[in-house]
Structures are given as C-alpha cells and as structure tokens.
C-alpha cells in the first residue's frame, strides 16, 4: 500500500481541511485512493467528505477520473477496513448503514 502521512491537507476552490484517513492501493497503472475529507476553512466548514482519488505510480496527485480494476476491489476493500471513519461514511453510501451525523465518534 501506498505510504502517504495523515492527516495532512487539502485544497480545494470552496474550502481547505484535513485528509483525515486513507485507503489505497498500488493499482496496475496508478494507485487508488479514498480519502475521509473534514473542511476546516471555507464555505463547507464542518463538514466530511469522501474523495475517490488516484495517484501516479511514482505518487503524484492525478487530476483524473478514478478507475478501480474489479481484481483491485479485494486488496482496496482491505485497505477501507484499516480506515473506519471512511468506512462508515461509505457504509452510508450504499445504505448499509442507519444514518448519523457525523463519522466523528466512529
């Protein structure tokens, strides 16, 4: 798996924060990445998100659609498990799990 520090910031036009959790992978031609997102600035202060993301394989942010390879699902699904607050809130995602307000107390 990739080793990228965390927390560490982002930047985005409408508000700057925190990546607070990170599953990725080493893919065949980049490396997969969900990130858990909390903006501490901006218009969407307070609030999570999640950001579907790819790296270069020499670990350059891809400005690009992420694309995950259905034989990367089994190795990136280990890597949401290591990362529970990002796990919830994909959880929510598909409906898996009841609503809440936050990933916080995860």
Do not use: C
Request: glycine share 8%; no cysteine; net charge positive.
């Amino acid at each position: 798996m990739p080793q990228r520090r965390v927390p560490r910031q982002f930047s985005l036009p409408w508000g700057t924060g925190l990546i607070l959790e990170e599953a990725a992978i080493e893919g065949g031609l980049h490396q997969p990445a969900l990130q858990l997102l909390r903006y501490e600035l901006g218009e969407k202060k307070g609030q999570y998100a999640i950001r579907f993301s790819s790296y270069s394989p020499d670990g350059r942010f891809e400005r690009q659609p992420l694309i995950v390879n259905e034989r990367e699902i089994r190795r990136l699904q280990r890597e949401v498990q290591r990362s529970p607050r990002l796990r919830k809130l994909l959880l929510r995602l598909v409906g898996e799990d009841p609503p809440s307000p936050s990933p916080e107390g995860s």
